[in-house]
């Protein structure tokens, strides 16, 4: 009873710093709809928290996931990384999407919205490959 009052930090930072990522990579809305849906709220600084996160043990493992995916792919602190760098993490997203490894199975299980369809899957992909010949652009005129 007592670990209910011991609760970690929430995600709750700026939403505007979302705004950098989505002005570099230009993704149609759409993507950005998939993005909020599917990957904002453990790829950003601001979190959407679902009612159940307010239960200890679930909102450590909450946190845990969020820790991990921002440690993994920030968008909050896209201007922080280099082309070549915003290149790979796009590299990555590509694979991990088309893999259907992302978002997570356990993510989905509390957020059933953000489960891709093979269509929000293509446009993902679609999108991320474009935003990749862009970076590549960009490093052959560096």
């Known amino acids: 009873m007592v670990a209910q009052f011991f609760r970690p930090e929430k995600n709750q930072g700026d ?17 950005k709809l998939i ?16 009612w159940y996160s307010q ?7 909450l946190d845990d996931h969020i820790r991990h995916g921002k440690g993994h792919f920030n968008i909050s602190n896209w201007d922080d990384n280099s082309t ?12 991990m999407v088309e893999a259907r490894t992302m978002p997570l199975e356990s993510y989905t299980w ?16 679609d999108w991320a490959k474009k935003v990749r010949l862009k970076y590549s652009l960009e490093e052959k005129r560096q």
């Open 84 to 95: 070549k760098r915003k290149d790979h993490k796009f590299e990555e997203l590509i694979e």
């Open 15 to 31: 939403l505007a710093s979302i705004e950098s990522f989505y002005a570099d990579t230009n993704p149609p809305e759409n993507v």
């Open 110 to 125: 509390g957020h059933p919205e953000a489960k891709l369809s093979d269509e929000q899957i293509k446009l993902v992909i």
């Open 55 to 61: 239960i200890t043990p679930v909102n450590y493992w």
């Open 35 to 50: 993005l909020k849906e599917s990957c904002n709220d453990c790829h950003s600084d601001y979190t959407r928290y679902p």
